[in-house]
């Protein structure tokens, strides 16, 4: 066969090819998998949890998944109401404490502190992202939470009389488990995440408008409010929905702080539920239609984080292009 | 031009006061009170920290100790003595099978975005929709877990945590990964390439050697994250007493054991806790000091 | 850098345009004795004295790297905010030690204010942009008369006041720079320090710039960094060269070759190498 070397030299070439086509359609389908799970999280949970999606899972705020004394005509209740509402009260709470904070450190470290002193904080603020949640929940049960009840009856004491704050601060728990507990717990743990992006957009702050400032005579305080601010405002609010989004989906500190009562009330310093935290606690005892309401909450939460995350991108986002035509 | 002479003087005083003193209270204050709410916010966010630390381990090293990390775990919560055994080995399969499934993937993901989809639509779309998984809660990926693996083959297993933490540290390990690989400089690259390597073969001996230490730091602080994961174990792993070292059957990790205890009212079942929880964090502090370490040891020089 | 036929003189530059003010009559508002500074342990410049005289201009110019930016941003302290930055020697202005333990950066900064080489006016209105540096100053009394003075100062006035609301990143190089100047003039320092003002604009808004810079020179005290020859004969009344050296070490400094009078330095310079740059043999 004259031909052969010839073809020997194409088949090489073709192996070559086929490696490199190969190698391609491996890293293609990594990449797809993301995009798989996601869509199977969406289709499977939905499917499961669709015997339990009824009017009253999305209106009512009473739970009754079992019978409750095994003897009754009572029919189960699966109403997530008083879980959404837990969710959102602790989340606010924790937003609430965790941007100024944040934002404070940020500022620490971009526009305060000695460049020594910035690489420890920046490794301790990594050691408080490390910590388990699961340690802070434990921590919070044990520690915090009957060390805080003290401080809520001060609080009660003295706001308590107060027509609109009294109805937030009311007559404390006794174990000290408590929406606010919670809220707390979840801010400490949020301050890293919103810390890290915050600290980001301030360093993209340009450089010439804060020497504008500085060369006007601008305090310290002055430059970071004309200069720094303005310029970080998008970004920031970026930082903290995805501060937002970590703590409505944070289950296992909150299942252990909250306190485990159904029920929606003004009071910060009573027990409550949220949407994590009941799928973890009750997911042993349910059969059925119930498992699938659990389900179904899941599927409520990984909707409203999707949502929550995917809106704080495109704020940052935002806020970014805006800069750079800016910086232009 | 000849006016410029007569022109009246500029208006500041002469000579001025240039001391600190002579600055308006007001600004001064306002200066040195923001100063100090930030380096108080700092503050507020340290003492936490101090304290989780000194509390797991004052309390944690009070339980601890060899039998601690190997005997069985009491069945009752209430009885005193027995160890998180099972608790340590079933960390270490699970998170370790989530490893070994998560970090190829995420890997070669990396690889995809960086080397081949760049900014084209499709990368760009796995890459927002990476960003999207990292933060999905992980109770949600542990009823994913159960919902779609655990429902079909009946039994709850250390296999499905292992699905759970690996589905929870791919979008992590992608992200790093291709952030580390966009610090490699072209040059290698195009090296490469003039040598008559072909693409894949350029990516695998040149690109991955030059960003492998920072890939391996991000490596292991998915990992120490996904080791500290309680939700998703409860939900599909169920619970063990007695060591299994294998991926089948129920299981049960440190983290799902802290949980369970901390709740109960018994004072043996929260000393359980608070040594689970020392055990825990000494795992994940060292995967992430090694990570640290990795990262500024074996850095690709930055430009 | 332009090259220059070695007959170069500043009348055949600009016929007829030398500086009108007898320029060793007025008072000196700064004088730099032996000032070196350092970044760390690198003595960036070394060894510079000179002065600043009232109501004119005096123009650093030099090669790059010679250290005429680093003297000039020592000038109001705004090199405190580089990490490692040093001074020796002394600076003061009316005979204070701008360098003296008990002096406020921010005071100084206030008195002695800066234009940069890019405009960098802030993301806000114009209006906003010169209100900024009085309302930090707690000045709150006729706000619209004082900008609309800053601004007539800068000769922005006529072309901005229709949209005093809008942004000043929609202005253009030019205006945004003149915007800058009446942002700097509006707290009515004594001093203003001007990096390399023009080096980003168009030949038609440079004119506009060193127009402005005679006007100003009535009520200002003006200091220019330049690295375009022509632009310093034309408006100043002072030149500083500098240039860069190698030490014995052979490590490079910036250095103060020569200060006079501008006329001096363009026609007649007293150091070789000042006459080897201007005439465009440098290097």
Known sequence: MTVLDKSAQLTRKDRGRHADRLFWALCVSAGFAVLVILALILVTMVKQAYPAFSAEFFTSSTWIPNDPDGDGPAKPVYGTLAFLYGTLVVSAIAVIVAVPVSVGIALFLTELAPRRIRTAIVTLIDLLAAVPSVVFGLWGILVVAPAMVPVYQWIHDVLGGVPLLGSLFGEPRSSGRSFMTAGLILAIMIVPIITSIAREVFATVPDSDKQAAWALGATRWEMIKGAVLPHSFGGVVGAVILGLGRAMGETIAVALVIGSSVQITANLFESGYALPAIIVDQWGESTGVFTAALIGMGVVLFVITVLVNLVARFVVRRAEIRMRGAAA | ?303 | MTTMSSDFTLSTLLPGAVPAMPVASATPVMQLENVSVFYGNYEAVRGTTMAVREHQITALIGPSGCGKSTVLRSLNRMNDLVAGARVAGKITFHGQDLYAPDVDPIQVRRRIGMVFQKPNPFPKSIYENVAYGLKINGIKDNMDDRVEQALRGAALWDEVKGKLKTSGLALSGGQQQRLCIARAIAVKPEVILMDEPCSALDPIATGKIEDLMHDLAGTYTIVIVTHNMQQAARVSHHTAFFTAELDEAGVRHGRLVEFNDTGRIFTNPADKRTEDYITGRFG
């Open chain 2, 1 to 303: 031009m000849t006016t410029t002479a007569t022109r009246p003087a500029a208006a500041a005083p002469v000579p001025a006061d240039l001391r600190r003193s002579a600055l308006p209270l007001r600004r001064r204050l306002t200066d040195g009170f923001s100063k100090s709410l930030m380096g108080l916010a700092l503050l507020i966010a340290l003492i936490p920290l101090g304290l989780v630390i000194y509390h797991v381990t004052s309390r944690g090293i009070a339980v601890i100790s060899w039998d601690f990390l190997i005997e069985d775990i009491p069945n009752s919560a209430r009885r005193i003595g027995g160890g998180m055994g099972p608790a340590v080995a079933g960390t270490l399969v699970i998170t370790g099978a989530a490893a070994a499934m998560a970090i190829p993937l995420g890997v070669l993901g990396s690889i995809y975005l960086n080397e081949y989809g760049k900014q084209n639509a499709l990368a760009r779309l796995i890459r927002t929709m990476s960003d999207v998984m990292t933060g999905v809660p992980s109770v949600v990926m542990g009823l994913f877990i159960y919902v779609s693996y655990v429902l079909v083959v009946k039994e709850q297993s250390g296999f499905a945590a292992a699905l759970a933490l690996g589905c929870l540290m791919l979008p992590v390990i992608i992200r790093s990964s291709e952030e580390m690989l966009r610090l490699v400089p072209d040059e290698l690259r195009q090296a490469s390439a003039a040598l008559g390597a072909r693409r894949w073969k350029t990516t695998v001996s040149v690109v991955l050697p030059a960003a492998i230490s920072g890939i391996v730091s991000g490596v292991m602080l998915a990992i120490a994250r996904a080791a500290g994961e309680t939700a998703p174990v409860v939900l599909v792993a169920g619970t063990v007493f007695a060591s299994n070292w294998s991926l089948e059957g129920a299981n049960t990790t440190l983290a799902a054991q802290i949980f369970k205890n901390a709740g109960e009212p018994f004072p043996a079942a929260q000393e359980r806790a608070w040594g689970a929880a020392l055990t825990l964090m000494v795992i994940v502090l060292l995967f992430t000091v090694a990570s640290r370490l990795i990262s500024s040891r074996f850095a690709i020089k930055e430009r």
